[in-house]
Every structure is written in C-alpha cells, then in structure tokens.
C-alpha cells in the first residue's frame, strides 16, 4: 500500500476528516510555513508555542518539523528573510565612497536603511527578542557593529577634521548611538506604539525627520571632536 507523501498532509487528513484542498508543492508549503512563521514571531515573539503556529497553518507538527526540525532552524530561517536578505553590501560601499560629502552619505544611508529594514516584522522581532533569549537581537547588533557603525564613527571624524587612529571612543559611539537610535524610533513609534505625534497639516516625511536628526547628530559630533583635540 503507497503512502501518502508527508508534504502533502494536512492536519484535517491526519485527524480523519475530509481531505484538505489545500495540497501544495514542498516548496510552496515551505514558503507558507516561512511567511506565517514570519508573522507569527512579529505577534507573540519566539516565546510564542509552535502548537499555535501549526493550528494557524492548518499543518501538523510532523509537517512542521520535516521542512524545520528544531525551533531553531525555523528561527534561523526566519533570521536569514528578514535580515540577510535585506541586508544590502551597498551600504558599505557608500559610505565609503569619498565622492560624497560625509551628510550626503549619511542622509543617503539611513533613508534606504529605514525604509529596508525598520519592517513591521523586524521591529517587533527584533524587541520580542531582545526581551527573551537576545539571539535575533545580537546577532543583528553585532552586524550593525561590525560593518556599519566604524564607518559612520569614520566617517564623522573625517567631518569634523578630526584625524585620529585611536580605536573608537565610548562617547563617539554612544553619540552615534544617539542617532541610530532615534531612526529606530521611527519603526518603534510606527510599529509598536503605534503612535504619531505629527498633524495632518503639519506632517514631516521620514526623510526629512532624518535629514533634521543626522544635521544635528553632526553639529553634536564637531564640538564633541573639537574637546579632544
């Protein structure tokens, strides 16, 4: 007697019921489970119980677990769509680009950032995580620290003339901070407050909330600089 395939069982079959209509390809069953998996983190966080998931999905657990044996591997994956795959090498290349004045590279940089990668779901991913095990979180922060941030803290002390080999201060990062910070503060207001401060006759784009804050980050930074010198 042949089996039915295991990428092709719904959770109505296993329980008996009438066959589900929905049979999908492995790899479109795999995408389904990836998309939902995406949006299930975004709402309860990677504490929430994969029961819920796979009740949503209309799937079982031995389904779930043939395409993601562990829990790991699906947050991985989920890692691996919301982040890497929105990362853009890009951005390095820019800022390193000495056509440009150290605003313009700036401006540049963190308008598309924001509109990349502060998503609906990697913001509410990202707190959820740093609120439970810290692993999407710390991951994300340590690209952030290894390709991004040196060049911006470079890039600011060419700005300001400050012409310095010393590895980077505790007050020239957390200054940068202050700025990256308040960009992320777009997705949090956004996306979990929920929250706008702004008129509807009054209203200021992203671009320009950000063209105002990396104007005042950089004035910050050139008296800063000029105390170290």
Same mark, same amino acid.
């Given at each position: 007697? +042949?089996?039915?395939?295991?990428?092709?069982?719904?959770?109505?079959?296993? +329980?008996?019921?009438?066959? &589900?209509?929905?049979?999908?390809?492995? #790899?479109?069953?795999?995408?389904?489970? /990836?998309? !939902? =998996?995406?949006?299930?983190?975004?709402?309860?966080?990677?504490?929430? +119980?994969?029961?819920?998931?796979? #009740?949503?999905?209309?799937?079982? *657990?031995?389904?779930?677990?043939?395409?993601?044996?562990?829990?790991? $591997?699906?947050?991985?994956? /989920?890692?691996?769509?919301? /982040?890497? $795959?929105?990362? @853009?090498?890009?951005?390095?290349? %820019?800022?390193? $680009? #000495?056509?440009?004045?150290?605003? =313009?590279?700036?401006?540049?940089?963190?308008? $598309?950032?924001? @509109?990349?990668?502060?998503?609906?779901?990697?913001?509410?991913?990202?707190?959820?995580?740093?609120?439970?095990?810290?692993?999407?979180?710390?991951?994300?922060?340590?690209?952030?620290?290894?390709?991004?941030?040196?060049?911006? /803290?470079?890039?600011?002390? @060419?700005?300001?003339?400050?012409? &310095?080999?010393?590895?980077?201060?505790?007050?020239?990062?957390? %200054? %940068?901070?202050?700025? *990256?910070?308040?960009?992320?503060?777009?997705?949090?207001?956004?996306?979990?407050?929920?929250?706008?401060? !702004?008129?509807?006759?009054?209203?200021?784009?992203?671009?320009?909330?950000?063209?105002?804050?990396?104007?005042?980050?950089?004035?910050?930074?050139?008296? %800063?600089? +000029?105390?170290? @010198?």
């Amino acid at each position: 007697m +042949q089996t039915q395939p295991i990428e092709e069982t719904s959770l109505t079959e296993s +329980q008996g019921e009438h066959p &589900s209509p929905r049979r999908m390809s492995p #790899e479109k069953r795999e995408r389904q489970i /990836v998309n !939902q =998996a995406i949006a299930f983190f975004a709402k309860h966080g990677f504490e929430g +119980q994969l029961r819920t998931l796979t #009740e949503d999905l209309g799937i079982t *657990h031995t389904l779930l677990y043939h395409y993601f044996p562990t829990k790991a $591997d699906l947050i991985e994956r /989920v890692y691996q769509e919301v /982040v890497l $795959d929105h990362w @853009k090498p890009e951005w390095q290349v %820019l800022l390193s $680009d #000495e056509g440009k004045s150290t605003e =313009a590279k700036f401006v540049e940089f963190y308008i $598309d950032y924001a @509109k990349t990668i502060l998503t609906h779901d990697f913001v509410r991913i990202l707190i959820f995580s740093g609120l439970s095990d810290k692993l999407f979180s710390d991951r994300f922060f340590k690209l952030l620290q290894t390709n991004i941030l040196p060049l911006l /803290v470079f890039e600011t002390r @060419k700005y300001c003339n400050f012409k &310095s080999d010393q590895a980077i201060s505790e007050k020239e990062m957390e %200054l %940068l901070l202050g700025l *990256h910070g308040g960009i992320f503060y777009l997705g949090i207001r956004r996306w979990i407050y929920g929250a706008s401060f !702004q008129s509807e006759t009054n209203f200021m784009s992203d671009e320009d909330i950000i063209k105002d804050r990396v104007a005042s980050y950089l004035l910050s930074a050139q008296h %800063l600089l +000029q105390e170290k @010198k």
